[in-house]
């Protein structure tokens, strides 16, 4: 399968650990992007990467967030000192060419259900 | 926060039946995309569509854009119960940024 994956799928965690969550993206994508998504909504956007520079980051992505993308190739998004307002699905997205403003493909999701 | 809203938030059919679901937004746009979630699970895109473009067609799915509207449809013919799902729409808004941002949704029952 060579779809966006993410892990894990779900995470539930006590509020005030910490999390991480990991997504690889398509094999040839330069352009890697978080959102979250609460139960009846759609996707918000938290951050994105061209390769391994992180090009823009939402109001929504606190200091307790921070994603990296090491080598341009998979990205980490990390939450410290999760709340139970943290609760969401996360999902991760991979694109190729800006120029071409082309698709974005969507992982399944890590969903995290902070206690 | 979200781009647009969505209209309807719900719509429930019968097989066979066409399905037109559609989308406003606020701002100008380099494309608009239509995107598919089964319950509970990522999202399948389904069709973009171009500022430049009115209308476009893929398989049984036909999107129209009207930017000085600022809206789009998008119009599934023949409905099938696997259509079933949340259908959102998404709008690219500026060559500076290529982060996408979301309707609402609208939530397709298709009753066999």
């Known amino acids: 399968d060579t779809g966006v994956s993410q892990n894990p799928r779900h995470k539930i965690t006590k509020r005030g650990q910490n999390v991480t969550f990991r997504c690889d993206p398509i094999s040839e994508h330069n352009r890697l992007y978080w959102y979250r998504q609460t139960l009846g909504q759609g996707p918000e956007f938290l951050t994105y990467f061209q390769n391994e520079a992180q090009l823009e980051k939402s109001r929504l992505l606190s200091d307790r967030f921070s994603a990296e993308r090491p080598k341009g190739s998979f990205s980490t998004l990390e939450i410290q000192r999760t709340e139970q307002g943290d609760s969401a699905m996360y999902l991760c997205a991979s694109s190729l060419d800006r120029e071409k403003r082309n698709e974005q493909f969507f992982g399944p999701g890590t969903r995290l259900t902070v206690l | 926060s979200q781009q647009g809203e969505e209209d309807p938030q719900a719509l429930s059919i019968q097989e066979g039946e066409n399905a037109t679901m559609n989308c406003s937004y606020k701002?100008?746009?380099?494309?608009l995309q239509w995107y598919r979630q089964n319950s509970g699970r990522g999202l399948v895109h389904l069709i973009l569509i171009r500022s430049n473009e009115r209308e476009k067609h893929s398989g049984r799915l036909r999107v129209t854009l009207d930017t000085s509207k600022k809206s789009s449809s998008l119009l599934i013919t023949a409905s099938r119960a696997a259509d079933t799902a949340s259908y959102f729409c998404a709008t690219d808004q500026s060559y500076n940024t290529d982060k996408l941002i979301f309707g609402t949704g609208t939530r397709l029952q298709v009753f066999p």
């Open positions: 701002t100008s746009i380099n494309n």
